[in-house]
């Protein structure tokens, strides 16, 4: 009753009926009607026993071949589908990522930040620590000795109006104070190396400081200060000015440079105020730098002898550098914050653009 | 101190470059913090007489002045009232420029054109007169149209602000500058003689100059007695009579006026002159006003009063703060004892120089610098005698300066003026030169340099110093330091302070410059480690870090729970900040109001810094208070309450590895119930540190007060207090392993077998923790435990019992095996048993 032709009808019809399929669903539906049991092709192997052996071998071939031309279709197919009913879920499953609800419980993930100084402290400490630097810390209650006096600013030294202080009630009149720089850290870790025999020191002291000024755009009457203490052997001032120079690069950037000119402190000898490149102009001159290019960052110079001798250092066997600037100042020199003040205010709508 | 580079110009021959001397006055630590062009700006102002001044209809301020400036009569509105028809002033026609960029152009003021400006002295930069116009009459030769710079005689001169150190008081004068400045440019330096000085600045203007003393004896015409040298260690006294009170010459007045001063008359503008040009303050009195007629220096008497030249009444005598002040003040008096002044300080108005004066008593002395220092700081009088003295003036410029005085008074002070021979001088125990050693290698150790003996002579040589360099280039330098540098110590100081001084006049910028490297590694604690992870915790908690105020009211430490008498500052800059915070809450309470006031405070803000607190037992050493770093966090953001904070200390505790802590929750109630919420925050604790020691409290978590809340004005729309997370960190007991426990070191290794799960839901009281119910399971299930968590809290009308019920799952686990059912249930009834023993739990 049947030759190639009708194997031929049969894969025909196999291969219309496999492109309706509209889904994974139909398909398999599909799939039994033109290669399960009951298909044609199924049927039209299980007559071939009937057939003499040389019709039934090539009927057989016609068979197999055009089975497996239905598989293939099926298969092709089936990944179509597949594919489109993916897509179709990706589709329905559409975000708009700009409906993004502020409040809603993803949103509490949202990072904070922290604050600017925060951040700015961190980075100084990460430069002084990657050129060699410990980082130590003091209290911000400090006796008159500590502050002032083992710093060579004895009680009736003049300088003491360079540094308008916070006394607070406790112990006699004006012996007990709020830290007006982070120098005394820099008393604690002499105090501390001599008695355990540990010098020498690399330190870098971070910490906040109190000064009785009015805040206006560029003083708030609690700062942070960064001071830096080197005590070793065969230190110079040759060592001070290249470490200024080393950390204002690796801070502000390569194209920013350090100069040292003289000052007065009491517990430094010789003295030197820093400046750096002004970051404003790059150093071409501008009104933030009074045309000069350079602007005032910190002091620095070599230990005094009398500090060494108010903490018990050896000055002939040791020389130390001490430096000291604002943390406050770098973020708002990096940042160019018009107002110091803005720091404290602690608006979000400013805390968050760091 | 404003210094005129003409005047600089007396002692040394700079060139005419104003901003190399400025970057080299920089580089010596005399910091340029302006530069003024002067007498420029005056090259259009022309003089004009004056032909009409009329009134304004409708204005009494103004006037019509109709001017002639050799060009047919410009009209002009001014305002000052000073000048008439005829007088000679300076007009500032359309299009002039004045100094300081004023440009002019013509106006109509109540219907009046003003075709230029009728100036002041002041607006021509040429005094400080700003009362009236600047009426020429009296200049020789001045004559309408011609340029009001030909006419004064105005040299174009350029002034440097500058910022002389508290410790150079050598160089807070003209010469001082102009010897640092030599110094370095390796020019010759010299005060000059008075009439080599007037016959360079004023020409062949200069008079005869001053006679030999003659006539009577100084010590015949007054007296002088010192009765403590310990406050005045040298006075001096010179005599002049018949002086003529008039005008300082011209050029003096101008060099006056540069600098920053007001001419006032020949006797007081020479005593500043040569104050300003050596650093010496002097002090004229009218001799026939002075009682005796003479001088007599005291220490006041304590509680003595006396009326000082600004008209002010000053209790003297007694101790201020500060300083180590003992009170001890310089009294001048005269013969008599009456007090005509605070020595070193300021004069008294009775022995003033007036017009009427003919006798002139000049005081040069020497005080003691810590004395004027603790005088002017208690009396808050800073002059420009007091801020010198108190610095040091040299003891041996007295002389000099004396002399300078009486050769410029005698300049314009008539042909009457006669110098009374002799002086009276009391001289006690002034400081001395000062010999101080310098080792080179000691020098060179210090700066990294490799100078010679004869280079750190060389160097300091033109600063005044004596430096003798004998032996060889390594060999030490002897070293006379000259009075007028007391801020160069005696050894071993001594050698640094000349360290200094040689790389100034050598150059800091021609210092040499290296790296240092040492072996030590630079590193952060574990501390600080340990705290920036807690911050970065809480920033990826969504909160922000703020930085509030140390300083509270009264009103808001005790609002904040905190326990009075507080740390008071003794000088607080306003009162609501007159004591030191206890606590982290009030401000960053106050930065959560500040966001809300903007309609921004849903916010989690978080802020570490210091609390303080009296001590409760002082300590042996250092001040008798106890500082505490505190991480205080509030959570107020959509949704948050206790749980947003309880979220975040676990999240805290994991990051910073803790292990053992416990959170107890009992009602806060007294003075922490007025800040924690009583039924909504627990205390943390970490176990003790050693075997039956007591827990380390590491700080509280939960909720604020909503009292506290409220009345921080932070309610919800409703009105209501909103509910505000709370967690409040003690750093020094938190990131310190040797308080907070931490997970031990050594890794504990992870089972290759499958774990198995029960889960067991008891019905609990209320009373009972769930935490201890879960503490308790963890007991009971024994080595295989693994973990246990809860999972599930119900409460509702189902339960059979009263309480709530808590669903744990817990999960074991052998190392070495597969569990058997059996050894899972074994567990599972150990720990129903307990719980339910323990608690009056009931297995649902
Ligand atoms: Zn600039």
Redesign the interface.
């Known amino acids: 009753m049947s030759g190639p032709t009708d194997v031929a009808a049969c894969v025909e019809e196999a291969r219309r009926a496999i492109a309706a399929a509209g889904s994974t669903e139909e398909l398999r539906r599909v799939t039994a009607e033109v290669s399960g049991k009951r298909s044609p092709l199924a049927e039209m192997s299980r007559e071939l026993g009937a057939l003499e052996p040389e019709a039934r071998r090539q009927r057989g071939q016609h068979l197999q071949a055009a089975r497996a031309v239905v598989e293939g279709l099926l298969e092709e197919r089936a990944a179509a589908l597949r594919f489109e009913e993916r897509s179709r879920e990706l589709a329905a499953s559409r975000l708009d990522l700009t409906e993004f609800l502020p409040g809603s419980p993803a949103a509490r993930a949202a990072r904070g930040h922290l604050h600017l100084v925060s951040q700015t402290r961190d980075e100084l400490e990460d430069v002084f620590v990657g050129m060699g630097f410990e980082v130590a810390e003091g209290p911000e209650i400090e006796t008159d000795w500590y502050n002032f006096g083992a710093l060579n600013i004895p009680p009736a030294h003049p300088a003491r109006g360079m540094w308008d202080t916070f006394y607070l009630d406790l112990g006699e009149p004006e012996t007990t104070l709020l830290r007006t720089h982070t120098s005394p850290v820099q008393i604690h870790l002499m105090e501390r190396a001599v008695l355990d025999g540990a010098l020498p020191i690399h330190a870098v002291m971070p910490g906040r400081c109190y000064r009785r000024d009015t805040p206006d755009a560029r003083h708030l009457p609690v700062f942070h200060q960064v001071e830096g203490l080197v005590v070793d052997r065969g230190i110079t001032f040759a060592d001070l000015a290249g470490t200024i120079e080393v950390f204002t690069a690796a801070y502000f950037g390569p194209d920013i440079h350090a100069r040292l000119r003289p000052a007065y402190f009491p517990f430094t000898e010789p003295s030197a105020e820093f400046e750096i490149t002004c970051t404003l102009c790059r150093g071409t001159g501008c009104r933030t730098c009074s045309q000069t290019g350079w602007i005032e960052l910190g002091g620095c110079g070599m230990v005094d002898p009398a500090v060494f001798a108010a903490v018990g250092v050896d000055a002939e066997s040791w020389t130390g550098f001490a430096f000291g600037f604002g943390i406050d100042r770098c973020a708002q020199m990096r940042h160019q914050i018009a107002d110091l003040r803005a720091l404290v205010e602690n608006d979000i709508r400013f805390l968050r653009q760091f | 101190m404003r210094v005129p580079l003409s005047w600089l110009r007396d002692f040394a021959p700079f060139e005419d470059d104003a901003a190399a001397l400025a970057a080299t006055l ?4 005399l ?1 340029v913090e ?1 530069i003024e062009q002067v007498g420029e700006g005056l090259a259009d102002v022309v003089v004009a007489r004056v032909t009409t001044v009329a009134a304004i209809e409708g204005a009494d301020r103004i006037r019509r002045v109709v001017v002639d400036a050799g060009r047919g009569p410009v009209e002009v509105v001014c305002g000052a009232g000073n000048f008439g028809e005829g007088d000679l002033v300076p007009l500032a026609p359309v299009g002039a420029v004045l100094p300081g960029g004023f440009a002019i152009g013509r106006r109509k003021m109540k219907g009046v054109v003003s075709d230029g400006m009728l100036c002041s002295g002041r607006e021509l930069r040429l005094s400080e007169d700003h009362d009236g116009i600047l009426v020429l009459n009296d200049v020789a030769g001045a004559r309408p149209g011609q340029g009001l710079v030909e006419v004064l005689g105005i040299e174009p001169d350029v002034v440097f602000d500058l910022a002389v ?4 008081p050598d160089a807070w004068c003209m010469a001082g500058v102009a010897r640092d400045l030599a110094a370095r440019l390796g020019l010759p330096f010299a005060v000059p003689a008075t009439d080599a000085l007037v016959a360079a600045v004023a020409g062949a203007a200069t008079t005869g100059g001053l006679a030999p003393p003659t006539g009577p004896e100084a010590g015949l015409l007054a007296s002088v007695r010192v009765t403590d040298t310990e406050l005045c260690p040298r006075f001096t006294a010179r005599v002049l009579t018949g002086v003529t009170v008039t005008d300082s010459p011209a050029w003096l007045a101008r060099r006056l006026t540069l600098a920053g001063m007001r001419p006032i008359n020949n006797v007081v503008d020479a005593s500043n002159y040569v104050m300003l040009e050596l650093g010496q303050p002097t002090h004229p009195y009218d001799l026939d006003r002075l009682a005796g007629p003479g001088l007599l220096v005291r220490r006041a008497e304590p509680g003595e009063a006396v009326t000082t030249l600004d008209g002010v009444v000053r209790a003297l005598g007694r101790p201020g ?4 002040d003992t009170g001890q003040d310089c009294l001048i008096c005269d013969a008599e004892g009456t007090p005509v002044g605070i020595g070193g300080v300021m004069g008294g108005a009775s022995s003033e120089i007036g017009p009427a004066t003919t006798r002139v008593l000049l005081e040069a002395a020497y005080f003691v ?2 004395a004027i ?2 005088t002017a ?1 208690r009396l808050h009088l800073r002059t420009e005698a007091s801020a010198r003295f ?2 040091g003036c040299d003891p041996e410029g007295i002389d000099r300066a004396a002399e300078r005085f009486c050769e410029l008074v005698a300049l314009t002070g008539g042909e009457h003026l006669t110098l009374a021979p002799g002086v009276l001088d009391v001289a006690a125990a002034v400081p001395r030169p000062l010999s101080v050693t310098v080792r080179p290698a000691r020098l060179n ?5 490799a100078f010679t003996s004869g280079e750190i002579a060389g160097l300091l040589g033109p600063l005044g110093m004596t430096a003798t360099a004998t032996g060889g280039p390594d060999d030490p330098v002897a070293v006379v330091v000259p009075t007028f540098r007391p ?1 160069i ?1 005696p050894d ?2 001594g ?3 000349l ?2 001084e040689v ?2 006049t050598y150059g ?2 021609r ?8 072996p ?6 574990p501390r ?1 480690r340990a705290r ?1 992870r807690a ?2 915790v ?14 509270l009211s009264e009103a808001d430490q005790l609002a904040a729970g905190a326990s009075p008498p507080f ?7 306003v009162e609501a900040e007159r004591f ?1 915070r206890s606590s982290l809450v009030p401000g960053l309470l106050g ?1 959560l109001r ?2 809300a006031e ?1 309609r ?1 405070g ?5 802020e ?3 609390v ?1 607190a ?1 001590a409760e037992v002082p300590p042996a050493e ?4 106890e ?1 505490t770093e505190r991480l205080g966090a509030a959570f107020a ?3 948050d309450d206790a749980w947003s904070a309880v979220a975040a200390w676990r999240t805290v505790a994991e990051a910073l590895g803790l292990d053992g802590w416990v959170l107890e929750q009992g009602p806060h109630h007294g003075r922490a119930g007025r800040v924690l919420h009583p039924y909504r925050s627990g205390t943390l604790l970490a176990p003790p540190v050693r075997e039956g020691g007591a827990r380390v409290t590491l700080g509280v978590v939960g909720e604020l007060a909503p009292d506290l809340v409220e009345a921080a004005g932070l309610v919800a729309s409703d009105g209501r207090p909103r509910r505000i997370g709370w967690l409040d960190l003690d750093l020094d007991a938190l990131l310190d392993p040797a308080t907070a426990r931490r997970r031990p070191a050594e890794a504990a290794p992870v089972s290759r077998f499958p774990s198995s799960d029960i889960d067991l839901a008891f019905v609990v009281p209320e009373e009972v923790p769930a935490g201890a119910v879960e503490a308790t399971l963890a007991d009971a299930a024994g080595d295989l435990l693994e973990s246990v968590r809860l999972f599930d809290v119900y409460r509702g009308a189902q339960l059979a019992e009263p309480g709530r019920s808590l669903a744990y799952r817990l999960r074991f686990v052998a190392h070495d095996r597969t569990l058997t059912d059996d050894e899972v249930g074994e567990a599972r009834r150990a720990c129903i048993a307990a719980v339910e023993a323990r608690h009056r739990a009931v297995l649902r």
Not at chain 2, 538 to 551: D, I, K, N, P, V
């Open positions: 920089d580089d010596l630590g910091v302006g150190e508290a410790n150079r703060p500060g300083l180590d610098p810590m220092a603790r700081k108190e610095r150790a210090l700066l990294g340099t801020d110590r071993p100081m050698q640094a302070d360290a200094e790389a100034r800091y910028a210092l040499p410059r290296r790296t240092p490297a040492w030590q590694p630079g590193r952060l604690t600080q920036r911050k970065e809480l920033c990826g908690l969504g909160a922000t870090e703020a930085w509030t105020t140390a300083f740390i008071e500052v003794t000088n607080p800059l030191l930065a500040y966001n903007r921004q849903d916010l989690r803000l978080f570490v810094g210091a303080f009296r250092g001040p008798p208070a500082t953001g959509p949704g």
